[in-house]
């Protein structure tokens, strides 16, 4: 197995799961994270970027943060206070004020300064809605060749988390997702069908509070935070919380816990109940040239030791 690390910027909305995403990214040692920037979606722009501050503060990481787009390219923001609660970060406590400042240069110009001044591809693994992605894209279509892959979590084959058919990331931008999936650029998308399947119950949680770290303290606080609406809305889990975005980093270090197939993926962005939901070709019946290695299953006991093992190298 390699060592080498994968020269990756984190593009995410902390958000619970994203604030653990963060960790592994940190944790496993595995990636050099050259940068994170923040979207918004589970909260503001405003919290998500205080969030990914006091996570990365808590870890002890040294990483340029940077201010993401406040809203959607054509839509109003809907935010996940519903699942995050009202900090987007709820449960443990979190200084007011992060003792790491944001990076002055914002998001997709900085996005567009790493790719031009790197001297290899860079990953993207974004874990929020896909609008600083897309205007990127936009604003600088000669630097797609700069990237190596983007690994997302966000969509789903068969069902949806806030409309019938659209997962969260996804619906609160469906033109910056359209955007994204007609790049050309590589894609994984781990969507609902393997992030339902990456569910911490409480035995997990307990062996995280147990870890004798901060860390493991900080991060069972959020998982307990998160379960409560995992337990009163989704019981089909039956009681556990699906930890959706550390599934996009994991898979890139550990494709062998993973399971997915290569599919022709497009983004609806008119329909009239269907806005948002990512329509996966699984049948191959366009005959369409796949633009998405769409992920549904994980090996959930491995998963979990690979964030437990990383997070304990963490303070
Ligand atoms: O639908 C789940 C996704 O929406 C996750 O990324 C979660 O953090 C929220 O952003
Ligand atoms: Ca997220």
């Not at 054509?74 to 009202?86: E, M, P, S, T, W």
């Not at 998160?226 to 550390?246: K, T, V």
């Not at 497009?266 to 109940?273: L, S, V």
């Amino acid at each position: 197995m390699t060592t080498e690390k994968i020269p990756v910027i984190l593009d995410c909305d902390p958000g619970h799961d994203d604030a653990i995403m963060l960790m592994l990214a940190f944790g496993s040692g595995r990636f050099d994270v050259k940068a994170v920037t923040t979207s918004a979606g589970n909260q503001t722009q405003e919290k998500t970027l205080r969030n990914a501050l006091n996570i990365l503060s808590l870890i002890g990481a040294n990483v340029p943060v940077h201010r993401g787009c406040d809203k959607p390219m054509f839509r109003d923001l809907i935010i996940a206070d519903h699942v995050h609660g009202a900090t987007g970060l709820d449960g443990p406590e979190f200084p007011p004020e992060p003792a790491l400042n944001p990076h002055p240069v914002p998001a997709v110009q900085a996005i567009a300064d790493i790719l031009t001044n790197s001297p290899e591809k860079i990953t993207i693994v974004p874990t929020g809605p896909l609008t600083n992605i897309a205007v990127f894209l936009l604003a600088y279509p000669h630097l797609k060749s700069k990237i190596e892959r983007i690994s997302l979590m966000g969509g789903g084959i068969s069902r949806g988390n806030i409309t019938p058919a659209a997962e969260f990331n996804i619906f609160v931008d469906p033109e910056a997702a359209a955007v994204v999936f007609e790049s050309g650029i590589p894609i994984t998308m781990c969507g609902l069908d393997v992030t339902h399947k990456a569910l911490v119950f409480e035995e997990d949680i307990q062996r995280f509070r147990n870890m004798g770290n901060q860390t493991g303290k900080v991060t069972a606080a959020l998982m307990d935070f998160f379960s409560i609406y995992y337990r009163q809305e989704r019981p089909e889990l039956n009681g556990g919380a699906a930890l959706h975005d550390p599934c996009a980093l994991a898979c890139l270090i550990h494709p062998e816990i993973f399971h997915g197939k290569n599919c022709f993926v497009r983004i609806e962005t008119q329909g009239r109940y269907t806005t948002g939901s990512t329509d996966v070709d699984f049948f191959n019946a366009l005959k369409q040239p796949p633009n998405a290695h769409v992920i549904y299953d994980i090996d959930r006991e491995a998963f979990l030791k690979l964030l437990y093992n990383s997070l304990k190298t963490l303070p």
